[in-house]
C-alpha cells in the first residue's frame, strides 16, 4: 500500500486528489492509493534534482556505474516480487511481466559498462603546442515522463543512462502503475542512487505539463524524456522547443507487417498473434496493420482466425495470451474507438472468439467488467487505406488486414499512416526483407520476427508520428544524456589564433 507522492515537495496535500491505482483483473483490489501533486511539487522536485546533480555529476562514473549495478542486482533479487506487482497493477501476464524485469535487469547490466567506457577524444590541433580534447558533459536535470504499460522497463532506458552519465532525474510515473514506480524507485534508493538524484512525482497529466513549463522556465530541467502518445509529445515538443531543448520522444505506433507470397505461413500467423494480440495490444510496438499478400490472404487469414479461436484470454497470473486492459482510461478509450469503427467493418474474432477465461463475455466486444477489464481479440479483414483503423493507432486487441500486390505497394502501405516505430516482414527471400529494411520508414524492423519484443541493447525509437528521432538504449541513448565539450589547451605560452597561424609552423 502506498502513501505519499513526491519528495522534496511543500505544496500543500490534498488539492490535486488521490489515485487509487486498481487491479485491473479485479477491479475491488486496490493496489495504490497515492497523493497527487501538482506543478509546484514537480517544479520543487526538479530545484532539488538541480542541487543533487552537481554531487552526483562529481562521483566518478565507474563509480555511478557501480551503483546502477547495484540497483540491478537487487532488482533481480526481487525479481519475482516485482514481476508479480506489475501483474497484479496492470495485469499484464507473469511471464511477460517476467520478461519485463529482466530487461530492466539487462538495462543495468549494459550501462554498468559504460560507466567506464564514457570516452572523450584527443583531436590534433592546427597549431603547435597546443592539443584539443572532448568530453562527455552531463546534461544535468532530466525530467522522465513514461507510460505504465512497461513500468519497470521503459523508466530503466531512461534512468539507467541518466544517472551513470550523470544527470539527476525527475521521475513522473503513470499514475496507474505507481505502486511499481515507488517499488522501483525504492530499491534504486537502496542501491545507493542519492535521494536528490532520484525524485518521484505522481501527477496527472496537465499538472505534469504546468510544472515542467515552469521547471524548464526556470532552468531546472535540461532534458525531457517521455514515452506516451503522440498528441501529448506533440505539446511536450513544443514546449521544449520553446527552451531551445530537443526532447527525447518515443511515441505511438501503427506498426505494419507484411506477409509475402512465400512466407512461412505459421510462422508468419504466430508472430502476428503476438505482435498484435500480445499485451492486449498494449505497446507502442504492437502490430497495427498486417498487409498480406493478395496470394496467401485466405489461408493467412483462415489459420489466424483459428489461432485467435484458440486463444486464452483471462487471469493474468495463468497463461494467457493477454489480460486485461491497463486501467480504466484505456478501456474506456478502447471501448469508444471500437463503438466508432464497428458499423464499418466485417469484424473477424469479435465475440465468437477468444475464451475469456475470467468472465461471462457478454455479446459485443466486451468482457464482463464485474471481473475485469477484458476484451475479446477483434480481427478486421478487408481494410481499406481511408478507414480509421488502418490509420490510428488502436492501443488494444486489434488489428485490421489488407492485401498488396507488389513489395513496393506493401512498403506504401506499411508507410501511409505516418508512424514509422517498428515494422515487421514475413518472407523466405533475403532480397524481400532487404528491399523492406530499405523502404519502410520505421526505426526497428523485423524479418521473420515479431513487431514487438525489441531486444534492451538495440537502439529503440521511431520516426514520423513515432517520435523525434531520438534513439533509447544501448550506447545511442549516451548522446541523448551527454553534451559533448571541447577543450582546447594551448602550452606554447603565446596567444595562438586558430585559422591564421596554419601557415606558421
Ligand atoms: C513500449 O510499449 O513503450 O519492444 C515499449 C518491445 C518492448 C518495449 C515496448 N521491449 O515491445
Not at 496535500?13 to 493496489?31: I, K
Not at 552526483?56 to 551503483?67: E, M, T, Y
Not at 515507488?182 to 537502496?190: C, G, I, Q, T
Not at 510462422?267 to 498494449?282: I, M, N, R
Amino acid at each position: 500500500e502506498e502513501t505519499g507522492g513526491s519528495t522534496g515537495s511543500s505544496a500543500p496535500r490534498g488539492e490535486y486528489g488521490q489515485y487509487l491505482s486498481r487491479n485491473p483483473a479485479e477491479l475491488d483490489d486496490v493496489v495504490a492509493r497515492v497523493q497527487l501533486d501538482g506543478p509546484d511539487t514537480f517544479l520543487a522536485a526538479a530545484r532539488r534534482a538541480k542541487q543533487a546533480q552537481r554531487e552526483w555529476s562529481r562521483v566518478p562514473a565507474p563509480v555511478r556505474g557501480r551503483v546502477v549495478a547495484g540497483f540491478g542486482r537487487l532488482v533481480e533479487a526481487n525479481k519475482q516480487a516485482l514481476a508479480g506487482l506489475v501483474t497484479r497493477e496492470i495485469g499484464k501476464p507473469y511471464t511477460e511481466a517476467l520478461g519485463e524485469v529482466q530487461e530492466i535487469i539487462d538495462t543495468c547490466d549494459y550501462f554498468v559498462g559504460e560507466g567506464r567506457r564514457l570516452y572523450g577524444q584527443t583531436v590534433p590541433s592546427e597549431m603547435p603546442d597546443k592539443q584539443l580534447f572532448t568530453f562527455r558533459a552531463p546534461v544535468g536535470v532530466a525530467a522522465v515522463i513514461t507510460a505504465g504499460n512497461f513500468p519497470v522497463a521503459v523508466p530503466s532506458w531512461y534512468l539507467a543512462p541518466a544517472l551513470v552519465c550523470g544527470n539527476a532525474v525527475v521521475w513522473k510515473p503513470a499514475e496507474y502503475a505507481a505502486a511499481t514506480a515507488r517499488a522501483l524507485a525504492e530499491l534504486a534508493w537502496r542501491a545507493g542512487v542519492p535521494a536528490g538524484a532520484l525524485n518521484l512525482v505522481y501527477a496527472e497529466g496537465q499538472p505534469t505539463f504546468e510544472g515542467l513549463r515552469a521547471a524548464l522556465e526556470d532552468g531546472a530541467v535540461d532534458k525531457v524524456g517521455f514515452t506516451g502518445s503522440s498528441d501529448v509529445g506533440r505539446d511536450i515538443g513544443e514546449l521544449c522547443g520553446r527552451h531551445l531543448q530537443t526532447p527525447c520522444l518515443e511515441l505511438g505506433g501503427k506498426n505494419p507487417m507484411v506477409v509475402a507470397a512465400d512466407a512461412e505461413l505459421d510462422l508468419a500467423v504466430e508472430g502476428a498473434l503476438f505482435s498484435g494480440w500480445g499485451t492486449g495490444g498494449q505497446r507502442c510496438t504492437s502490430l497495427g496493420n498486417l498487409i498480406v499478400h493478395r496470394d496467401v490472404h485466405d489461408e493467412f487469414v483462415s489459420r489466424l482466425d483459428t489461432a485467435l479461436r484458440e486463444a486464452t484470454i483471462g487471469n493474468p497470473t495463468q497463461d494467457v495470451l493477454y489480460g486485461p486492459m491497463l486501467d480504466r482510461k484505456f478501456a474506456d478509450g478502447f471501448e469508444s474507438f471500437l463503438e466508432e469503427i464497428a458499423p464499418h467493418h466485417r469484424v473477424l474474432g469479435s465475440e465468437s472468439t477468444g475464451r475469456i477465461t475470467d468472465s461471462n463475455p457478454r455479446k459485443g466486444f466486451r468482457g464482463d467488467h464485474s471481473t475485469g477489464l477484458y476484451y475479446h481479440p477483434v480481427l478486421v479483414d478487408g481494410l481499406r487505406t481511408e478507414d480509421t483503423l488502418f490509420r490510428r493507432e488502436t492501443f488494444g486487441p486489434i488489428v485490421g488486414v489488407t492485401t498488396f500486390e507488389t513489395l513496393e505497394e506493401a512498403i506504401e502501405l506499411g508507410n501511409m499512416p505516418g508512424y514509422g516505430l517498428s515494422a515487421a516482414v514475413y518472407t523466405t527471400d533475403p532480397g524481400t526483407a532487404f528491399r523492406f529494411r530499405e523502404g519502410i520508414g520505421a526505426g526497428m524492423v523485423s524479418a521473420n520476427n515479431s513487431t514487438s519484443g525489441a531486444e534492451a541493447h538495440l537502439p529503440f525509437g521511431g520516426n514520423g508520428r513515432s517520435g523525434n528521432g531520438s534513439r533509447l538504449s544501448g550506447m545511442w541513448v549516451i548522446d541523448q544524456f551527454t553534451r559533448w565539450q571541447s577543450l582546447n589547451w594551448d602550452f606554447s605560452g603565446k596567444l595562438q589564433k586558430a585559422q591564421m597561424d596554419v601557415g606558421a609552423v
